[in-house]
């Protein structure tokens, strides 16, 4: 008799979860839950608003891919609750009034987050609104953007909105001069160019974290195309007197949130509320993480006997441990990668070639090198590209601008949309930039995990065989 797989639940089926799906499905039984039908490339979202047919490319649903490309199984419905002392999720599928309960083994959160702290439910535009709950409460309840084409009319909604912004040549105000922020007002003047363009943050330059020379470059772009740029100054629509402040005679037509994150863990809440931070962006409700990812209390005790991961956007780990790292796709995919090869390594279901397969303890993770990669768009036709940042803010080179980073981040999007779709050309590109060898920034070339195995320590990165 074949021996029985174990179970992992994976909780979201973003970038994190397609790839969990991806890396375990050839040893365990792999179910991802999400709240939504499809994937949605969310770097790329904010095109889509301005060029609603860009939403094809950068969106598929997702069951035909898990189930028969990856060979794991998915359960359109939303995760009402986590039981980690019992191993079970409470899910509620999409057409059920019901809720079922699901059995695992192990469990990896990725549920990402929301984008707009001053929202009771981070209610954005950058991301679909999907919880159950937050739907009545939001400014668009009589759109389902569960499904794929509620997001399609929601899109459409918007765009025709600006539309009528741009016919009337009103005036726009952007909050927050981060990288949602500058991407969301380049786009909108170059297709919208009527349209009289402020953007505003609390710092003193746009994109915070980026060094000096990605933030020259992109102001010098943003004031070349007309766009007013104000920094210095904190939002507070309250006070009559602060639209003069920003060089407005009054109140704009309109005005676009762009700043900071917020947690979307209400899963966590009933059962697992002692593993929610009480601080962090937003407003905390983060899931503490400890260096392995295992989900773990305040007080740093493992939840669950250590079979529950969170990975991505969703976490937050201890600065004495792991420095904070960047809410964006790529490092949680890295962590991803970690996880997973704990999970092989805790059933001994990794070596080399079929050796040492005797099981062991999670590893460690680290800050990982993807953390310190941002390509930022300035419209269709430029864009800037920096590498090698590290936790510390203004760290990092500017490597690529103009027409040829634009290229590049096209390039980036479809290759990894391609990826996560299952195609050939898109894996073969991304999984050697998942589970390379060589790190070339970030803490991965300082870390001991392989301190139990007798081969090099880059042998456990390079997973070019599944035994591997």
Known sequence: ????????????????????????????????????????????????????????ALTFTVQEVIERKLHSKFLW???????????????????????????????????????NPMHKWGQSLWFATIH???????DWPHIDERFIEGRRRHILEENQFIAGLNAKSASVLVVGAGFIGVEWVTELQYFFPNLRLTIIDFLNKCLGPLPDTAASYCDGYMKRKGIKCVYGVKYNPKDPAFWGTIGLEGEPDHTYVCIGVKA???????????????????????????????????????????????????????????K????????????????????????????????????????????????????????????????AAKSEPRTGLLTLWGWASAIQKEIIESSKVDECKGGRMGQLIWHWVHHTPCHCWGDGCSRNCCTSCTWPEWCCDWECCRCC
């Open 1 to 56: 008799m074949p021996e029985q797989k174990k179970r992992v639940l994976v909780i979201g089926g973003g970038f994190s979860g397609l790839l969990v799906a991806r890396d375990l499905h050839h040893d365990f039984d792999v179910l991802v839950v999400d709240a939504k039908e499809y994937f949605e490339y969310t770097p790329g979202i904010l095109r889509a608003y301005v060029k609603p047919s860009h939403f094809d």
């Open 264 to 322: 979307s863990n209400y899963f966590m809440e009933q059962s697992g509320a002692e593993c929610l931070s009480d601080k962090g962006p937003g407003g905390g409700k983060w899931i503490h993480v400890n260096k392995k990812l295992q989900v773990v209390t305040k007080d740093r005790k493992i939840w669950a006997d250590g079979s529950i991961f969170a990975v991505g956007d969703c976490n937050q780990t201890f600065a004495d441990e792991i």
């Open 77 to 115: 419905g939303e995760v009402k609750n986590l039981d980690g002392n019992n191993k079970t999720a409470s899910v509620k599928p999409i057409f059920s009034k019901e809720e079922e309960t699901i059995n695992f083994d192990y469990c990896v959160i990725c549920a990402g987050c929301n984008f």
């Open 132 to 138: 159950e709950a937050a739907r009545p409460e939001g």
């Open 324 to 387: 904070p790292i960047p809410k964006i796709s790529y490092p949680g995919e890295e962590q991803a990668t970690h996880v997973c090869k704990s999970i092989k390594f805790m059933e001994g279901k990794t070596g080399c070639c079929g050796m040492f397969m005797k099981p062991r303890e999670a590893i460690d993770s680290w800050w990982p090198w993807g953390a310190g990669m941002f390509a930022t768009s300035l419209g269709p036709h430029d864009a800037c590209f920096v590498m």
